[in-house]
């Protein structure tokens, strides 16, 4: 039976930045490094985390710019710059081969990550997105541009979060106050502010969200077991895209999540039963 634990946070120094991490389960056992979306944070990875931490070590990072990890001086937010975190941190952790898991924005991270250093990669999940943009990405780049910067509670941030995404709103009122305490703190003013650097989510309002590097090469190279995660109704990655990056991967599987857009949690039984299959496969 699942747990209501929390992940131990924990901080590292890498590329000068002081980067913050959740981690759950026993330090000896297979690693899965999870890595979230633009408008996430490593709490995104809790509920998964709780359901597999009895038999793995989950890591989730707060990508720069977001949640605990610090913000880049330089405004240093391409994927090239999140990719190379994501490798000091697997490097410092001393982790020689885990399951790489990215959501969103994170799987462009882990797909540029895969690039550099397949060998690393026991297995990876491509959490509904792709190599090339579509409609969905500008979406949620000119949302977050326009919500507000403050809210007066807790209360009011987590029902506009609901407002603004109905797979946030499905979910219980419990898991909904902790991933918000993952994007929001409270001020020396008590109210409740984005945990995450203004300036980045200026720049992607005024310049579009970063260019992504030329992947489907590295996809087409990939020999470990690849999970392609796509919901239905989602306008980040479409159905032809999806089938595209499966049929690439050399080890590659559609999963489909009926009725769910962007993103999938990766609770959903089509999803919670593929992860299970890959994992029980590599570890």
């Not at 952790?93 to 895969?114: H, K, N, P, Q, W």
């Not at 489907?216 to 159905?239: H, K, N, Q, R, Y």
Request: proline share 7%; charged share 20%; with cysteine.
């Amino acid at each position: 039976m699942t747990t209501k634990s929390l992940p131990t946070s924990k901080y590292l120094t890498a590329n000068g930045l002081r980067l913050h991490y959740l981690e759950s389960g026993d330090a000896a056992a297979p690693p899965v490094v999870c890595v979230h979306g633009y408008t996430g944070s490593a709490e995104a990875f809790n509920v998964p985390a709780r359901h597999f931490q009895q038999r793995f070590r989950i890591i989730a990072p707060d990508v720069r710019g977001h949640g605990e990890s610090a913000w880049s001086p330089e405004g240093a937010y391409r994927y090239s710059d999140q990719a190379a975190d994501l490798a000091a941190l697997v490097d410092r952790l001393e982790l020689d081969r885990f399951v790489l898991i990215g959501t969103s924005m994170g799987g462009i991270i882990a797909m540029a990550y895969a690039a550099q250093a397949p060998e690393r990669l026991r297995g990876l999940v491509i959490n509904d997105i792709g190599p090339d943009a579509e409609a969905g990405s500008s979406r949620i780049t000119q949302m977050v541009g326009a919500r507000p910067d403050a809210f007066a509670s807790l209360e009011e941030a987590i029902d506009y979060r609901a407002r603004m995404s109905p797979i946030l709103a499905a979910r219980s009122s419990t898991d909904q106050r902790e991933l918000a305490l993952g994007v929001l703190r409270q001020a020396a003013d008590g109210s409740w502010q984005w945990k995450m650097d203004p300036a980045y989510i200026e720049q992607r309002v005024t310049r579009g969200p970063p260019a992504r590097p030329l992947l489907w090469p590295a996809l087409a190279a990939l020999s470990c077991p690849t999970l392609v995660i796509w919901g239905s109704d989602s306008d980040v990655l479409s159905e032809a895209q999806a089938r595209r990056m499966a049929a690439t991967l050399p080890r590659g599987e559609l999963v489909t999540v009926p009725g769910i857009g962007h993103a999938p949690t990766l609770v959903e039984p089509p999803a919670l039963s593929a992860l299970e299959r890959l994992l029980a496969a590599v570890s």
